[in-house]
T-cell receptor, first 112, second 113 residues
Framework: QQQVKQSPQSLIVQKGGISIINCAYE??????FPWYQQFPGKGPALLIA???DVSEKKEGRFTISFNKSAKQSSLHIMDSQPGDSATYFC???????????WGAGTKLIIKP | DGGITQSPKYLFRKEGQNVTLSCEQN?????MYWYRQDPGQGLRLIYY???????QKGDIAEGYSVSREKKESFPLTVTSAQKNPTAFYLC????????????FGNGTRLTVT
């Protein structure tokens, strides 16, 4: 059963545009929602993490929004740059459970 | 610099052979994890360990084995029983508390022919 559904699977955006990636969570017990960025041939690295009591968190050009009632989260990348081309993963965990449930990933390509 | 070292980066084996992937961390993290990554499927948990000499199966443990004899090291053996071993393997570590971020190594790409 897929508890974290991520979309789209792939995304092409022109340089300077806005990239939007979505995640839907099926488990209402989730209370920690990290997003990871992975460049080819590298391991993922934490981008931003959010908790359900926060509706939005911003790190430079990257913003995560969270809708608790809809059980959805979105990653927005403003002024997208070719260096943002990577695979992005959303994930979730709950309570004292240290394991993350991962989305399937979104391959983002920023065209110069 | 602290981090996680996975070696080798590329590994080639013949079908029927066991192979061991190395993972070492100097972050003084308690918990360590092994994930398998296949295109379009995200990360799937193979095994994890929260303390030395203890480890737990993840979602896809069949055909794999691990050991945790030292805090810094968490090697993964891909056995001949693993039906489809060709994949990208990622090791990660974290402080053993809720909401601690995972730190990943740069992976080992295993090809079995």
């Amino acid at each position: 059963q897929q508890q974290v559904k991520q979309s789209p699977q792939s995304l092409i955006v022109q340089k300077g545009g806005i990239s939007i990636i979505n995640c839907a969570y099926e488990n209402t017990a989730f209370d920690y929602f990290p997003w990871y960025q992975q460049f080819p041939g590298k391991g993922p690295a934490l981008l931003i993490a959010i908790r359900p009591d926060v509706s939005e968190k911003k790190e430079g050009r990257f913003t995560i929004s969270f809708n608790k009632s809809a059980k959805q989260s979105s990653l927005h990348i403003m002024d997208s740059q070719p260096g943002d081309s990577a695979t992005y993963f959303c994930a979730a965990s709950w309570g004292s459970n240290y394991q993350l449930i991962w989305g399937a990933g979104t391959k983002l390509i920023i065209k110069p | 610099d602290g981090g996680i070292t996975q070696s080798p980066k590329y590994l080639f084996r013949k079908e029927g052979q066991n192979v061991t992937l190395s993972c070492e961390q100097n972050l003084n993290h308690d918990a360590m994890y092994w994930y398998r990554q296949d295109p379009g499927q995200g990360l799937r948990l193979i095994y994890y360990s929260q303390i030395v000499n203890d480890f737990q199966k993840g979602d896809i443990a069949e055909g794999y084995s691990v050991s945790r004899e030292k805090k810094e090291s968490f090697p993964l053996t891909v056995t001949s029983a693993q039906k489809n071993p060709t994949a990208f393997y990622l090791c990660a570590s974290t402080l053993d508390r809720h909401n601690s971020p995972l730190h990943f190594g740069n992976g080992t790409r295993l090809t079995v022919t």
